[in-house]
C-alpha cells in the first residue's frame, strides 16, 4: 500500500473516531434588558461541560470608564475531555446600578490556559441603555359617598323611566329608593 493511501486511511479513522467539542459559553446576556436609573443591572453567562464561570472572591471584577464598563469573570476551561464533567448552568452576577445614559458593557472571561498562562477573552460587547428613573406610581382616585349617592339616584331614575315605559297606563310608579349618608 503507498504511503498516500495509508495516510488517507488514517485521517479517515481519525474522522471517524474524533470526539465532538464539549466545551462552550454562550453569550453573555443583561438583566433587566433595560434597566431605569439607580436599578441593580446583572450579566448572566450560560456555560458548561468544558467550561465553567466561577463564584469566586475578587470576582468579577467591573471598572468602569466613562461609558464603557469592563466585567471580568472567572472561568475554568479544560482541553482534556477525561476533565470536562463541569455543571451546566446559567451563572449570574450583580454589577451594579447606573445614572441614565448610553453604555457598552465589555464581558470579558479570565482563565488559565493548559499550559498555565493566564488568558483573558472577550465573550461579548452589550449595549446597555439605561433609561431615566421610573415615575412613582400615582393613585387612581376611588368613589366618595357623594359619588356614590349620585349613581344611586340615577340608576334610580333610570328604573323609573324603564317602569314607566313598560306600563304606559300607570300614573304613578312606588319606586323606593333608600341611600345611606
Do not use: W
Not at 471598572?63 to 472567572?74: A, D, E, F, P, R
Not at 470536562?84 to 470579558?108: H, K, M, Q, R
Request: charged share 10%.
Amino acid at each position: 500500500m503507498s504511503r498516500l493511501r495509508v495516510q488517507l486511511v488514517q485521517a479517515l479513522l481519525c474522522l471517524l473516531f474524533a470526539m465532538p467539542a464539549h466545551a462552550y459559553i454562550n453569550p453573555p446576556f443583561l438583566s433587566p434588558t433595560t434597566p431605569h436609573a439607580g436599578q441593580s443591572v446583572s450579566v448572566s453567562v450560560d456555560s458548561g461541560v468544558c467550561d465553567a464561570i466561577a463564584d469566586e472572591p475578587g470576582y468579577p471584577q467591573i471598572t468602569q470608564n466613562g461609558s464603557h464598563i469592563q466585567v471580568v469573570l472567572l472561568a475554568f476551561r479544560f482541553t482534556d475531555i477525561e476533565l470536562c464533567n463541569l455543571p451546566s448552568g446559567v451563572s449570574t452576577f450583580p454589577i451594579g446600578a447606573y445614572a441614565e445614559g448610553v453604555y457598552d458593557v465589555d464581558v470579558v472571561v479570565f482563565y488559565y490556559d493548559e499550559h498555565g498562562n493566564p488568558q483573558n477573552e472577550s465573550i461579548g460587547v452589550l449595549p446597555m441603555r439605561v433609561e431615566a428613573a421610573a415615575a412613582a406610581p400615582v393613585g387612581a382616585p376611588t368613589s366618595t359617598p357623594l359619588s356614590l349617592i349620585l349613581l344611586a339616584a340615577l340608576l334610580c331614575v333610570i328604573a323609573l323611566r324603564k317602569q314607566s315605559r313598560v306600563v304606559p297606563s300607570a300614573r304613578v310608579c312606588n319606586l323606593n329608593c333608600v341611600t345611606a349618608p
